[in-house]
């Protein structure tokens, strides 16, 4: 199974990094994989187009099947491999409390994508505009957002048992959501602002799945700390 599929992808993504957590959750190692360098715009590249038009990663193929995106590549694996590793998303029928887990999983999960956009739109506008060009009102602004986003995930963590993001046991909001959490801490969060996210990506980085996929680029090169005054 594993041998049928091909993923592209780049270190330090955290799109990419969900589709390779989701591949160790569901035990299918051995799959084809291609590391990519975004630096050396090798995502550009015709054979990434070929698969993806617009150039993006990750890019995710098993057979004829393409799935270019990070939400759809770990639910399909999921679906298709239900029954095989960690069950990411528990079954509805018959039971009123695995439907409001299923509820609870599914709004975590895309509350992770808006976290992200968050996070994205920070780093962005730090890493691509010089500071003396910067207008800081537009920047404290996006800095304020992201403060505002974070307090709402540290109240959730607060609220659910477990250490986890949804109910008791690791799950698909985890996969999608803990990287982009590990780049908030990468990046230079505050662990004491932000003591049980921070407890969160502690107690989270070394799952089987996080330690085996962890990006090869945070293991060669030092974090940043702009992040800090967030």
């Known amino acids: 199974m594993a041998k049928d599929m091909t993923l592209w992808w780049a270190s330090g993504s955290p799109p990419c990094w ?15 994989q291609k590391l990519l360098s975004f630096q050396k715009g090798e995502h ?3 054979e990434v187009t070929d698969v993806n038009p617009r ?17 759809g590549a770990c639910f399909f694996l999921e679906s298709k491999f239900k029954s095989q590793g960690t069950k990411l998303i528990p079954d509805c029928a018959g039971s009123d409390n695995n439907c409001a887990l299923i509820a609870l999983i599914m709004q975590r999960m895309f509350e992770g994508n808006t976290l992200h956009q968050k996070i994205a739109e920070v780093i962005m ?12 009102s537009a920047f404290k602004r996006l800095k304020e957002t992201l403060t505002g986003e974070l307090q709402l995930w540290e109240g959730y963590l607060q609220k659910t ?21 590990a780049l908030l801490f990468r990046m230079g969060l505050s662990d004491k602002r932000y003591p049980k996210l921070s407890e969160y990506h502690k107690n989270l ?10 990006p090869p680029l945070w293991k060669d090169t030092p974090g940043q700390d702009f992040l800090k005054d967030i």
């Open 161 to 181: 048992p477990g250490g986890f993001l949804a109910g008791k046991n690791f799950s698909m909001a985890d996969v999608i959501v803990y990287p982009s959490v």
């Open 44 to 46: 550009k590249s015709k």
């Open 125 to 136: 506008y730090n890493w691509r505009v010089p500071e003396n060009e910067r207008h800081e």
């Open 55 to 71: 150039g993006q990663l990750p890019a995710f193929k098993y057979g004829d099947i393409v799935i270019n995106e990070s939400y």
């Open 18 to 32: 969900r589709v390779l957590i989701a591949l160790e959750e569901k035990n299918l190692q051995g799959y084809n």
């Open 205 to 214: 980085k070394d799952r089987p799945s996080i330690k085996a996929t962890w």
